[in-house]
């Protein structure tokens, strides 16, 4: 039985339900983190709350929990997990709007845990293919639910035989990847051959 955590209580996944007038669905209006966990305890998970919080404050939301609060919360939703390790995501919603836009009311905020998705070792082994998709996210900064980009790049490299699309400008500097961290070495113009890698 999967269990989450909505709004100040512990629910079976099909228990959380969400107004469908709230804005997170109407107009795409939330943020949200991912935090995986070693050993059942959560990744850095101070610093990705502060993140998740600075998101919120980008796109005009207040979280309606404390960090600790979150916090707690987060490790409410572990107990009840019965596999070794997981992914949790914590998505913050604008709330119920009666005019779809300005007025709201009743800023949401759940927990859902997933089994943790582990990279197949030939990955690293063999390398994969990725593509190239032009996108510019809107509000870079913040992690919010507007992922239309994300979904419509993953077609592309599904297409394609990809498994990951990186997110490029017009210059064509490469941004970051849809779903993956970029980690690279910049090589500049030195004398001596072995200087200048970052």
Known sequence: MKMGWMNGRILKEEEMVLSVRDLGILRGLGVFDF???YDKKPFHLEDHLKRLEYSASQIGIKLPYSIIEIEQAM???????????AGLKIVCTG?????KLKEKEGVNLFILADPLRTVPPEYYEKGVKVITYPHVRNHPEAKSLNYIAAMEAMGKAREESAEEALYMDKTGRVL????LQLFYLERR???HPLQGYT
Do not use: F
């Not at 490790?75 to 390790?85: P, R, T």
């Open 189 to 191: 113009s030195l004398a």
């Open 176 to 179: 970051e990847g849809n779903h």
């Open 75 to 85: 490790l409410e939703v572990l107990d009840y997990w019965d596999q070794k390790e």
């Open 95 to 99: 709330g119920t709007s009666l005019d």
């Open 35 to 37: 935090i995986r966990t």
